[in-house]
Antibody, heavy 117, light 106 residues
């Protein structure tokens, strides 16, 4: 069965960087994109971008593209999200998601990132 | 593409019929999904392609619409349906979510 297991909670100071991992199993890693979605406390989800491990290619939303780095390691079926120059507005839960025909079908459990001085 | 979802919250009783709407700022064909989120959990895909129910989703959920206007209907609301619902357009990038509708117990 498809599974996405994410790294644990992180606490960071403003200005620091954070790297979240997403370990996949149950399918061929290069056969599907991985999307990233985040959710601030009490807010709706915000779609952030994707990786295409097969091409390879990435896409990030405009307001994050200078701080967001999406990478992956095909040999271990793992995707990574790195966000730099953190502010309190980056506090939230970060999800990796494997789509199925474009729909966000298989979700990781989420990784809580807290940015606080 | 902006997704405008309404209402932002509603109160309903078990057994009620509930309707949530989502409007896209431009036509998105039928490239819309509906997601349910419960506290502390990741969103769960209920409906894809505006009207296709996922395999594990009860038939009391249904979706309709195309172009710019979409509806999620829950018939015979059950206790486990109290949650927050989001629409998501996957017509083009960047994908965008609606603001959400919190369904609460009356």
């Amino acid at each position: 069965q498809v599974q996405l297991v994410q790294s644990g909670a992180e606490m960071k100071k403003p200005g620091a960087s954070v790297k979240v991992s997403c370990k996949t199993s149950g399918y061929t890693f290069t056969g599907h994109y991985i999307h990233w979605v985040r959710q601030a406390p009490g807010q709706g989800p915000e779609w952030m971008g994707w990786i295409n491990p097969n091409r390879p290619a990435t896409y990030s939303i405009k307001n994050l593209e200078d701080r967001l780095t999406l990478t992956w390691d095909t040999s271990i079926g793992t995707a990574y999200l790195e966000l730099s120059r953190l502010t309190s507005d980056d506090t939230g839960i970060y999800y990796c998601v494997r789509p199925d025909k474009g729909d966000l079908t298989f979700w990781g459990q989420g990784s809580l990132v807290t940015v606080s001085s | 593409i902006q997704m405008t979802q309404s209402p932002s919250s509603l109160s309903a009783s078990v057994g009620d019929r509930v309707t949530i709407t989502c409007r896209a700022s431009q036509g998105i064909a039928k490239d819309l999904g509906w997601y349910q989120q419960k506290p502390g959990k990741a969103p769960k895909l209920l409906i894809s392609g505006a009207s296709t129910l996922q395999l594990d989703v009860p038939s009391r959920f249904s979706g309709s619409g195309s172009g710019t206007d979409f509806t999620l209907t829950i018939n015979n609301l059950q206790p486990e349906d109290f949650a927050t619902y989001y629409c998501l357009q996957d017509y083009n990038y960047p994908y965008t979510f609606g603001q959400g509708t919190k369904v609460e117990i009356k």
